[in-house]
């Protein structure tokens, strides 16, 4: 069964910083991995979308990067803003025994200060 | 090109009761998902479809069900609510590669459903 942890849960930081957040999952056999944030009470917004086969995708401010060998994904987005504050969730999609489910982390709360 | 619309937005409903809930993809999309989120288990997969075909599932009981339409469109259906079933219920359209494989997932702003 896929799993999918995201860290930190929570995270604070001031303007202008850099920052990473973390997505690991247990089975590398994956199609894709996406990139999304959450507004409080609204659907999810579509960030970066990794194929299997890349290392990495580039967007403004944000970049994604894919080791499938070690379960891993990160986004590092640039120079924050308070625009920025949402939850930041990672999903990742099929595996050898997920046929094509997607399955997503609980995510990473981040709340970027003035 | 217009998102992946749902409707209603919000609806409230009393235990035993059943409900459905309705999606409209992106233009062209054929592809169509359902999500469950709650506080409690995060982000839920609970179907998907293509081509009128339900290609996987979720672990959830039978109460819920989904179909999809020849123009792509979808609902859900959760037959005797309970109150745990109180959550926002999201649907996502996405295009599919020749493999079979989904591309970018879009979603849609939610159903919140609250059983009382």
């Known amino acids: 069964k896929q799993e999918v942890t995201q860290i930190p849960a929570a995270l604070s930081v001031p303007e202008g910083e850099n920052l990473v957040l973390n997505c690991s999952f247990t089975?590398?056999?994956?199609?894709?991995l996406q990139w999304f944030r959450q507004d409080p009470g609204k659907g999810l917004t579509s960030l970066l979308l990794?194929?299997?086969?890349?290392r990495e995708q580039t967007s403004g401010r944000l970049n994604a990067s894919l080791d499938k060998s070690s379960g891993r994904s990160t986004l590092y987005i640039a120079a924050s803003q308070p625009g920025d504050s949402a939850t930041y969730l990672c999903?990742?999609?099929?595996?050898?025994?997920?046929?094509?489910?997607?399955?997503f982390g609980d995510g990473t709360t981040l709340t970027v200060k003035p | 090109k217009a998102g992946v619309t749902q409707t209603p937005r919000y609806l409230i409903k009393t235990r035993g009761q059943q409900v459905t809930l309705s999606c409209s993809p992106i233009?062209?999309?054929?592809?169509v998902s359902w999500y469950q989120q709650t506080p409690g288990q995060g982000l839920q997969f609970l179907f998907e479809?293509?081509?009128?075909?339900?290609?996987n599932k979720g672990n959830f009981p039978g109460r819920f069900s989904g179909r999809q339409f020849s123009n792509s469109r979808s609902e859900m259906n959760v037959s005797t609510l309970e109150l745990g079933d109180s959550a926002l219920y999201l649907c996502?359209?996405?295009?599919?590669?020749?493999?079979?494989?989904?591309?970018?997932?879009?979603f849609g702003p939610g159903t919140r459903l609250t059983v009382t």
């Open positions: 996502a359209s996405s295009l599919l590669s020749s493999g079979g494989h989904s591309y970018e997932q879009y």
């Open positions: 089975d590398s056999a994956i199609y894709n």
């Open positions: 990794i194929q299997s086969s890349q």
């Open positions: 999903a990742v999609r099929g595996g050898v025994t997920n046929a094509g489910k997607s399955t």
């Open positions: 233009s062209g999309h054929r592809s």
């Open positions: 479809y293509f081509s009128e075909t339900q290609r």
